[in-house]
């Protein structure tokens, strides 16, 4: 696009100077030639000046050294024409190098260039003082000077300059004053819209493509695209995205098209022309997989609002979209399927890419290689199989579920996370569920629950409340280390993945074993904190506090000192004392390593017989070897059946798998025994189990409750010593035989029916024991200086036909008057509590 001049083309006069030729030993003699005060002087040296740094960038820096920008901006403003031409050239030719823009921000050169533009002045000085000004604005400073000093008007009048070059230049330093809000209003206001448009029938590729990067950034503000849509400028993009030989300039078109559709308005217009069937077909059929790629980014963004997703669904975008999904190219496949992700919010597209077998194409991206192909298709997944039972369904038929595990691994945490939503989504339907699970959903998810990001980390602790609600699936949860981890997530300083992290807690925390295992994880202290906290406490942790604690009644009694009628103690429990504020609660295990001392021992109820001891023994070490002989001689026996035949191959491989096999079996018991021999186990009390079954079988039948109360507590305060006079309680020597017995079983754990000799907390305990084995519903309260007490809801008069009056509560005496009911507003009931 550059060209000469017409003085350029001509033969200089005899009375003229030759024109200067400066290499760089000259140009320090040039440079100061501008200082001439001879016009034909000033002109040749700038000439030169021009010529020579439009050479190198070597050459500008040397220029540069020499003080050339200060004569040059003086000269720029020269009454002679020629004069402020050339040195117009030779300064646009400089203005390219960074360093001189430096330089020319610290003068006052842009209002002078911006004169320059003025419409008298000559096409060679609009064309290098419009590229003066467009690498100026390459700065963000210059672009404010530019803005502030007028710039943008003239840049806008140059754009229809019939000279390509002043174009060119013109709108590149538009393109990039445009990305300054300020200039985005002002454009408008100027009427450049138009103008831009008009650049798209240019000849020259360049110019058009800085007038499309130009009208992507104008479009960016509303009403900037609002008068895109007055001037027919949609019409004349879908025109242009429709011509073959624009095809290199179709990415940039597709950009402005994706500002402008937006808008519902554009939206509905492009669609009232036939616009938008013409760019979903043209997306299907182009080559060019960046243009798809744009075209799917394009329909993306449309898509975000609700009413454009009606207008895509309307002109069956959904089959387009699954077309796209079928490209070679990741970055189309990708952006199709965020295409799809979007447009799943609306239901009847939701349906419709369903019934048009979309999920099949999707569920093949999920083994992509691409990071960002799998992110966007569980993207895609995750929305389409919300609230849709049958789009999971398909998911399972297409054979989705082993991939979406698998993908709970993935190093791309985005497709971890959506991974976990769609198998969370697929969780709602029970056969599904049960699929899911006996693929090792639940093992696979402790993988995203150690993910260092949040949102994996929600969405991983979502779905192990989604799957994690039996008790095959708890055990495996236990076993794979994933409550640990989960235990771990209540820690987090994220609120959402707290709030995750407990609702899961309260789905697993249903059974003591799991409930157990989370409070040696530390659980239990982790939600105590968070009830303390008024900024990280919520429902859900309250939740989950509550849950653990009814699932663990010996953490629920050590933190709260009360058992309601509706927590059954059953083997297992354990009362270690009443904990301080912010101590640890310790496992039974943890507490049989400690060795007796002269603290109150912990109370365990257990009747069961450790299943190392009623289990038949495993043959010992003796045994087995006695069994060796009897092995070899039925071999023996078995080989002289064969009557004295040599032995095949075949008998002899047979023979020696047997062998093989019993040797496996007998190192797998041994195996057995040594782990059974190594594992703890609570001791059992034979004296509590006889103890329950006579209740149940003389109490239990009693009529009434108050009567069966009355016959417990008399039970147990004979088991336990018997009454004891008022005053008399500190004379009562229990301490010594329950010392005896610690010293005995070498341990701090004492089961409770062995306990002889005991007072207020010993008998509450026994007496809670033995109700709810036989369905009487009482309360166990923990008082201060090993006071306890029972509770129970008793009415007025339990004879047979009489009337019911509202329960009131009881307190019932198991240390002076065994079996005495004390109304627990009553004196005796204070004096019984606190003496």
Known sequence: MGKKTKKDSEPPPKDTFDPLTVDSKQAATVVLMLDSPEE???????????KFAEKCDDNKALLLELGVIQPLLKLISAEDKIVRRNSTMALGAMSVYSEVRKVLRKTEAIPQVIRLLAPEEDTLVHEFASLCIASMANEFTSKVQIFEQDGVE???????????DVQKNSVEALCLMLQDFQTKAAIRELNGIQPLLDLLKSEYPVIQEQALVSLARCTEDTENREVLRELGGLEKLVEFIGTPEFNDLHVHALL????CLEDTESMELIQSTGGLQKL???ATESTLPEVQQNAAKAMTRAAKNSENRKIFHEQEAEKTLIQLLESDNAQVQAAAAQTIAVMSEYLLSKAA??????????????????????????LALANLTTASSNNCSDLVEQKGVEPLISLLGDTKEGAQANA?????????????????????IVSALTSPLLSKNVIVQSKAALAIAAFVCDADSRTELRNSGGLAALSKLLTSGNEEVRRSASWAIVVCATDTPTAMEICKQGGLETLQDIEQSSTRKNQFSQAALDRLLDSNLSAKYALTGKLGPMDIIQDGFYDPGQLKPGGKFLTLEEYSKTKPEPKRPILLVNTKVPESVASSPVPLASETDTAKPESKTSVKSSKSNIRGRKETKKEREEREERERQEAEKLAEMQKVQAEQSSTWHPPADPALETYITEVVTNIGPLPTTREQVSA???????????????GQLTNFSYELPISQIKHDLDSNI??????????HYHRALLFKVLCDHIAVGVSLVRGEYGRAWNEVMLTEDEAPGAPKFPPKEYIVDLIHEPGRLMRSDSADAVNYQRL
């Open 40 to 50: 034909e002087v000033q002109t040749k040296a700038c000439e030169a000046l021009y």
């Open 154 to 164: 003239p840049l806008i009048r140059l754009l229809a300059d019939p000279d390509p």
């Open 256 to 259: 402005v098209m994706s500002n």
């Open 280 to 282: 979903l077909q043209f």
């Open 353 to 378: 890419i369903g019934d048009q077998d979309g999920i099949g194409p999707l569920v093949k991206l999920l083994n992509s290689d691409n990071g960002d192909v799998r992110e966007a298709a569980t």
């Open 420 to 440: 976990a939503v769609v198998l969370t989504n697929m969780a709602s339907d029970e056969i599904m569920r049960n699929d899911i699970q006996s693929k090792g």
């Open 712 to 726: 417990v507590a008399q039970f147990v305060g004979e088991k336990m010593g018997g009454p004891i006079e008022r």
């Open 750 to 759: 004492i089961p409770i029916g062995k306990i002889v000799t005991g007072i």
